[in-house]
Protein backbone atom coordinates (compact mmCIF):
# COMPACT_ATOMS: atom_id res chain seq x y z
CA UNK A 1 0.00 0.00 0.00
CA UNK A 2 1.35 3.77 -1.12
CA UNK A 3 1.84 5.79 1.56
CA UNK A 4 0.74 9.87 2.02
CA UNK A 5 3.54 11.96 0.77
CA UNK A 6 3.13 15.59 0.36
CA UNK A 7 5.89 16.21 -2.07
CA UNK A 8 4.27 14.41 -4.91
CA UNK A 9 1.53 16.75 -4.58
CA UNK A 10 3.39 19.54 -3.60
CA UNK A 11 5.36 18.45 -7.70
CA UNK A 12 1.75 17.67 -9.28
CA UNK A 13 0.73 21.93 -8.11
CA UNK A 14 4.50 22.92 -9.66
CA UNK A 15 3.74 21.12 -12.64
CA UNK A 16 0.22 22.63 -12.73
CA UNK A 17 1.87 26.32 -12.11
CA UNK A 18 4.25 25.74 -15.32
CA UNK A 19 1.78 24.18 -17.99
CA UNK A 20 -0.78 27.32 -16.55
CA UNK A 21 2.31 29.64 -17.69
CA UNK A 22 2.88 27.55 -20.71
CA UNK A 23 -0.66 27.70 -21.85
CA UNK A 24 -0.54 31.21 -21.80
CA UNK A 25 2.52 31.91 -23.77
CA UNK A 26 1.71 29.81 -26.39
CA UNK A 27 -1.82 30.64 -26.68
CA UNK A 28 -0.21 34.64 -27.06
CA UNK A 29 2.39 33.07 -29.66
CA UNK A 30 -0.11 31.18 -31.78
CA UNK A 31 -2.54 34.34 -31.54
CA UNK A 32 0.09 36.81 -32.73
CA UNK A 33 1.18 34.41 -35.78
CA UNK A 34 -2.62 34.27 -36.81
CA UNK A 35 -2.82 37.92 -36.65
CA UNK A 36 0.01 38.63 -38.50
CA UNK A 37 -0.91 36.34 -41.34
CA UNK A 38 -4.04 37.49 -41.28
CA UNK A 39 -3.03 41.02 -41.22
CA UNK A 40 -0.84 40.82 -43.52
CA UNK A 41 -3.24 39.42 -45.86
CA UNK A 42 -6.03 42.28 -45.63
CA UNK A 43 -2.77 44.67 -45.94
CA UNK A 44 -1.96 42.84 -49.09
CA UNK A 45 -5.38 43.07 -50.55
CA UNK A 46 -5.57 46.69 -49.22
CA UNK A 47 -2.12 47.60 -50.89
CA UNK A 48 -2.88 45.69 -54.43
CA UNK A 49 -6.62 48.11 -54.55
CA UNK A 50 -4.78 51.20 -54.70
CA UNK A 51 -4.01 51.90 -50.99
CA UNK A 52 -0.28 52.61 -49.85
CA UNK A 53 2.14 49.68 -49.16
CA UNK A 54 2.50 50.34 -45.76
CA UNK A 55 -1.03 49.35 -45.21
CA UNK A 56 0.87 45.46 -45.46
CA UNK A 57 3.01 46.12 -42.76
CA UNK A 58 0.39 48.30 -40.23
CA UNK A 59 -2.52 46.04 -41.06
CA UNK A 60 0.04 42.77 -40.16
CA UNK A 61 1.37 44.28 -37.05
CA UNK A 62 -1.97 45.41 -35.99
CA UNK A 63 -3.81 42.42 -36.08
CA UNK A 64 -0.93 41.27 -34.37
CA UNK A 65 -1.27 42.83 -31.58
CA UNK A 66 -5.03 42.22 -32.05
CA UNK A 67 -4.65 38.38 -32.24
CA UNK A 68 -2.29 38.28 -29.27
CA UNK A 69 -4.27 40.53 -27.25
CA UNK A 70 -7.48 37.88 -27.59
CA UNK A 71 -5.28 34.62 -27.05
CA UNK A 72 -3.63 36.56 -23.67
CA UNK A 73 -7.39 36.32 -22.56
CA UNK A 74 -8.28 33.05 -23.95
CA UNK A 75 -4.65 31.55 -22.37
CA UNK A 76 -5.47 33.31 -19.05
CA UNK A 77 -8.79 31.52 -18.71
CA UNK A 78 -7.57 28.09 -19.42
CA UNK A 79 -4.58 28.39 -17.46
CA UNK A 80 -7.18 29.74 -14.51
CA UNK A 81 -8.31 26.11 -14.34
CA UNK A 82 -4.84 24.62 -13.60
CA UNK A 83 -4.08 27.23 -11.06
CA UNK A 84 -7.58 26.27 -9.10
CA UNK A 85 -6.59 22.05 -9.37
CA UNK A 86 -3.03 23.19 -7.91
CA UNK A 87 -4.21 25.40 -5.06
CA UNK A 88 -6.93 22.47 -4.58
CA UNK A 89 -4.42 20.16 -4.79
CA UNK A 90 -2.17 22.28 -2.17
CA UNK A 91 -5.41 22.97 -0.01
CA UNK A 92 -5.47 19.07 0.72
CA UNK A 93 -1.95 18.87 2.13
CA UNK A 94 -2.69 21.79 4.55
CA UNK A 95 -5.81 20.00 6.16
CA UNK A 96 -4.03 17.20 5.96
CA UNK A 97 -0.94 18.92 8.34
CA UNK A 98 -3.73 20.58 10.51
CA UNK A 99 -5.60 17.47 10.73
CA UNK A 100 -2.70 15.25 11.88
CA UNK A 101 -1.53 17.93 14.77
CA UNK A 102 -5.48 17.31 16.06
Same mark, same amino acid.
Given at each position: ?6 ? /? ?10 ? =? =??? /? ?11 ? @?? #? ?9 ? #? #??? @?? $???? +? *? /? *? ?16 ? #?? $?? =???? +???? /? ?5 ? $???
Amino acid at each position: MATYDPE /VIQGYADRLYAD =A =AAI /VRTYVILGGFVGL @IF #GGGVGFYLAEQ #G #GPD @IL $RIVG +A *L /V *LGAIGAAMAYSLGQQKAA #GL $RL =AAQT +ALCQ /VEIEKNS $RRA
